[in-house]
């Protein structure tokens, strides 16, 4: 899906002129757009929408309600039960080991909960945790899902991906398999095992020749082993438990990740919003959804415009690439030596000339649901139309806050 930026921020300014910055927008149409063209990429196997990247209930959904979309990727307890609660899901897994004595009390007195949200775990210390909170012949059965780390190790120490799991290879999932089998309370359903190496890191920096042919050698050597790692991992499991999916892949990789015989769901979210560290991949590219615009406040100089707020800094390595950017109108950038400011942003280019006092420049954010932290609503966009919608946190909820 094609958007002249013109015509673009056109309708944006069309449907917010009423309302007062800073404003937060999702247009619809391309957020629909981006959720078919996932469920395209994913050739037939079940998506479930990562939550941490839209945090908004109504988008949630609205995505669920679409054809190829089943379930949600929790961030925390707290939040899976909240989604459940509220009717979002009936099949919640929490993607990440938790440590929520209170949550964990509710999940285990409620069988409506336990039945419908699968916990994160790859070590029986987080089992020992769940007993201590509620003790297995007073509970319903605690969903589980085994952790197997992605990462790449090619040789000796060298580590390629991210921390997670210490759950490496087949025969250490087998043998938590195994373990978690044997302690009564406990059912283990899903294996997961998210490539962080792959689906979430571009293979095309603007501006970084060297570092893009690295990144793609990398990822060519590192995505077979993967394949074949995951294979043994999941009939070592299976010779244990029925495993109800094995999920895998973020945004990044929804094609290759479902072309995995082992895998029978994939997850994404940060491909509704389009945020801007996807413009660095080559395979697919979402169409940018997910927008803030702040307005012009002062004119230091004839090529600067300054708008009050900017600095929305997305999670992640200290670098360039998890600032905002102006988006519209087009030809601005920060200054070096300032970049986005809590309070004010002066903005450079051609394009400063002919901002004034009043005016508003629209931004995109470099990750998808962090966006939503600093909004108590976003606007829906249908066509010139504004409809003001909570995120999670106008709903009241700071699930990591």
């Given at each position: 899906?094609?958007?002249?930026?013109?015509?673009?921020?056109?309708?944006?300014?069309?449907?917010?002129?009423?309302?007062?910055?800073?404003?937060?927008?999702?247009?619809?149409?391309?957020?629909?757009?981006?959720?078919?063209?996932?469920?395209?990429?994913?050739?037939?196997?079940?998506?479930?929408?990562?939550?941490?990247?839209?945090?908004?209930?109504?988008?949630?959904?609205?995505?669920?309600?679409?054809?190829?979309?089943?379930?949600?990727?929790?961030?925390?307890?707290?939040?899976?039960?909240?989604?459940?609660?509220?009717?979002?899901?009936?099949?919640?897994?929490?993607?990440?080991?938790?440590?929520?004595?209170?949550?964990?009390?509710?999940?285990?007195?409620?069988?409506?909960?336990?039945?419908?949200?699968?916990?994160?775990?790859?070590?029986?210390?987080?089992?020992?945790?769940?007993?201590?909170?509620?003790?297995?012949?007073?509970?319903?059965?605690?969903?589980?899902?085994?952790?197997?780390?992605?990462?790449?190790?090619?040789?000796?120490?060298?580590?390629?991906?991210?921390?997670?799991?210490?759950?490496?290879?087949?025969?250490?999932?087998?043998?938590?398999?195994?373990?978690?089998?044997?302690?009564?309370?406990?059912?283990?359903?899903?294996?997961?095992?998210?490539?962080a190496h792959i689906a979430g890191v571009g293979d095309d920096p603007p501006g970084r020749a060297l570092r893009a042919r690295a990144i793609r050698l990398m990822q060519r050597q590192a995505f077979p082993e993967l394949v074949a790692r995951r294979a043994a991992a999941v009939r070592a499991v299976r010779a244990h438990t029925d495993l109800e999916y094995v999920n895998g892949g973020g945004t990044g990789s929804v094609a290759a990740t479902s072309a995995d015989p082992a895998v029978t769901e994939v997850t994404a979210g940060s491909g509704l919003y389009g945020p801007t560290l996807f413009d660095a991949y080559r395979s697919w590219r979402p169409t940018p959804a997910a927008f803030f615009a702040l307005s012009v406040v002062r004119r230091p100089a004839p090529r600067i415009a300054t708008v009050l707020g900017g600095g929305w800094i997305a999670s992640g390595p200290a670098e360039a690439s998890r600032l905002p950017q102006p988006y519209l109108p087009e030809g601005l950038s920060f200054r070096g030596d300032e970049g986005p400011g809590e309070v004010q942003t002066p903005l450079l280019g051609a394009a400063a000339e002919r901002l004034r006092p009043g005016d508003r420049v629209w931004f995109r954010h470099a990750k998808a649901g962090e966006l939503c932290e600093h909004v108590n609503a976003v606007q829906l966009i249908d066509g010139r139309t504004a409809t003001p919608t909570p995120t999670y946190r106008g709903e009241g909820h700071a699930f990591l806050g």
């Open positions: 899906m094609l958007t002249d930026r013109n015509t673009l921020r056109q309708r944006l300014e069309t449907a917010t002129d009423h309302l007062e910055t800073p404003i937060a927008v999702v247009d619809l149409a391309a957020f629909d757009d981006n959720a078919d063209r996932l469920t395209t990429r994913a050739a037939g196997k079940p998506i479930r929408v990562a939550t941490k990247s839209v945090r908004c209930r109504a988008l949630l959904e609205r995505v669920l309600a679409r054809p190829g979309w089943r379930g949600v990727m929790a961030y925390t307890l707290p939040e899976a039960i909240w989604l459940v609660r509220h009717g979002v899901t009936d099949d919640a897994l929490v993607a990440y080991p938790t440590a929520d004595r209170a949550a964990l009390r509710e999940l285990a007195g409620d069988e409506k909960l336990a039945a419908a949200i699968s916990l994160m775990v790859d070590h029986p210390s987080q089992l020992d945790l769940v007993d201590r909170v509620s003790r297995p012949a007073n509970r319903p059965p605690v969903r589980l899902c085994l952790e197997l780390d992605a990462s790449w190790k090619p040789a000796g120490p060298l580590h390629v991906g991210v921390r997670r799991s210490p759950v490496h290879s087949a025969a250490q999932a087998g043998a938590l398999a195994r373990t978690i089998s044997a302690r009564p309370g406990f059912r283990l359903v899903g294996l997961m095992c998210y490539e």
